[in-house]
């Protein structure tokens, strides 16, 4: 499956739950997520997320995509196995921007390249601290503090648990995110 250049937005509208502007189930090796806007996912009660790999998701790559303003988090996984999450931008989800529920044994999914901005909810939500995943390579940034905290652990603890080793806390510098333009500043090098 190839879920591509598609504008996803306003679902829900505190009517349903337990959805996602894309969600996954089952094995589904080789399925693409990538190249979407997805936006204003809005549950009645829980489950307002963008990107969705439920149920034994296994095998799906998510990338290039942009989601912003979802009420549970930009990204959740229920359980599943073998993920992708590469080169996304997260901006101001609700309640958290990440979320992971089920602790396995396996590799759950590689999260990374990916731009997570925020000044609402939390970083994490549910288990991300405590699943097997693999995540590197990020740039984290949190609008109200220069103190990102990964649950209950600072950046530095975060890494020293194996985590996001080449990642950063930094601020992405979008054009104009309060208009929506989460195009990366140019800035020339002299």
């Not at 109200?144 to 996001?164: H, I």
């Amino acid at each position: 499956n190839k879920i591509e250049f598609n504008h996803i937005h306003h679902l829900g509208w505190g009517e349903l739950c337990d959805m996602g502007g894309v969600y996954c189930l089952g094995s589904s090796e080789g399925t693409t997520v990538s190249n979407n806007v997805i936006h204003h996912v809005y549950s009645y009660d829980y489950g307002g997320w963008g990107l969705y790999t439920d149920e034994g998701s296994t095998g799906i790559v998510m990338e290039n995509n942009l989601v912003y303003k979802c009420k549970s988090s930009g990204f959740h996984q229920h359980y599943g196995k073998e993920n992708v999450i590469r080169n996304n931008i997260f901006v101001n989800n609700i309640r958290a921007q990440l979320q992971a529920t089920r602790i396995e044994e396996h590799l759950s999914f590689s999260f990374l390249n990916n731009i997570v901005w925020f000044g609402t909810g939390s970083l994490l939500d549910s288990n991300w601290d405590r699943i097997n995943l693999h995540s590197d390579y990020n740039c984290y940034w949190d609008t109200r503090t220069k103190e990102v905290m990964f649950k209950r652990m600072t950046f530095e603890q975060w890494q020293k648990s194996g985590k996001d080793i080449h990642s950063i806390i930094a601020d992405p510098e979008f054009v104009n995110p309060e208009e929506l333009n989460f195009k990366i500043k140019n800035r020339t090098v002299l």
